[in-house]
């Protein structure tokens, strides 16, 4: 595995190109807020008339374009809309509008994966995956540090395309902690996993899962709440700063153990069984057919189960409980009014 940092990259390269950022979402507003303070002066946001983004870009004095013209103007454009929206996107948009041997972008590499995107022969084809939310990717970066970021390069006709993507990557704050180099396959299916099984499916059930064991046991929701939700972060930011071994050494014995002998009891054969079934899924495409689907149907499935879990009352504690420690909003990463 190879690991680049700032000082393999030639930061020159991306300033002097015009950058299209193609929407202004969590990670869109990052990629072009760090870009514009790295030095890259010419930086638009691409999005369509109407679009809720438009108010919040120019509010950063950023310039912002229609696609199609942006796709005319610009030598890179990244690709930060939705998965689902991006073949609609490139088809519509940008493949008879981009410049002969632009670069093409990407966060994620599912549409160039799974062939939902075929660029243009002439197009260089790269990928930025920042390791976290656009949120933590400014906030990081503002701060002087940065979130370690994937790179890639599917296609490369210009011979630059390798060193351009360091330079991007540099440019947004990747390249202080490190820019690991991999492919889209890899990215992408490592990625899905990941969502699925532990950062989002696998997390949000378990804390689901306890908090309605306990509620159901006859405890206080309150106190369910701080012990199978609230005290995540707590855990986390000890793993994160220094791996499992240090939030062992940060927790009591009797937590340590509770680990050791009931972990396994909750995660276990059965889990990891079904953990292969779930992998399986996304290498074969079943995962990203079905999601297609659930878009050709305006997400209906998808929008309903999104409505019945925000009425969960796991939430509506949460919010409660929120409320009385002001100093969680006072530091919190997004700001929907602005990002």
Wanted: hydrophobic residues 40%; charged residues 25%.
């Amino acid at each position: 595995m190879r690991v680049y940092y700032d000082r393999d990259a030639d930061l020159n390269l991306i300033k002097g190109r015009k950058v299209a950022i193609i929407g202004y979402g969590s990670q869109g507003h990052a990629h072009a807020l760090n870009l514009r303070d790295s030095g890259v002066k010419d930086v638009a946001v691409a999005l369509r008339k109407g679009s809720a983004g438009v108010k919040k870009a120019e509010g950063e004095k950023l310039k912002v374009m229609e696609v199609a013209e942006a796709a005319k103007w610009a030598d890179v454009m990244m690709m930060l809309t939705p998965d689902e929206l991006q073949a609609d996107i490139y088809r519509d948009h940008l493949a008879g509008n981009m410049k002969n041997g632009a670069a093409l972008m990407f966060a994620h590499g599912l549409n160039i994966h799974f062939n939902l995107i075929e660029p243009r022969a002439d197009l260089d084809v790269m990928m930025i995956a920042p390791k976290g939310p656009g949120h933590t990717v400014r906030s990081e970066y503002a701060r002087g540090a940065g979130v370690p970021v994937l790179m890639a390069v599917h296609r490369d006709v210009s011979g630059n395309a390798h060193d351009l993507t360091i330079s991007y990557g540099s440019a947004i704050g990747g390249g202080r902690a490190g820019i690991i180099e991999t492919t889209f396959k890899e990215e992408c299916e490592t990625d899905l996993f990941g969502e699925q099984t532990v950062l989002c499916g696998g997390l949000v059930e378990l804390m689901k899962a306890g908090y309605e064991t306990l509620v159901e046991a006859g405890y206080a929701p309150e106190m369910a709440y701080f012990e199978c939700v609230h005290e995540v972060k707590l855990i986390v930011d000890l793993i994160y700063e220094g791996g499992i071994a240090n939030m062992n050494y940060s927790v009591s014995n009797t937590a340590e153990y509770g680990e050791y002998v009931s972990g396994p009891r909750v995660i276990n054969d059965a889990t990891r069984a079904e953990m292969k079934r779930v992998l399986a899924d996304i290498q074969s495409g079943r995962f990203v057919k079905d999601w297609m689907l659930e878009n050709k149907v305006n997400q209906t499935s998808f929008k309903a189960t999104r409505a019945k879990l925000a009425q969960h009352p796991i939430e509506e504690i949460g919010e409660k409980l929120r409320g009385m420690m002001p100093w969680i909003k006072e530091r919190a990463l997004v700001d929907k009014s602005r990002n």
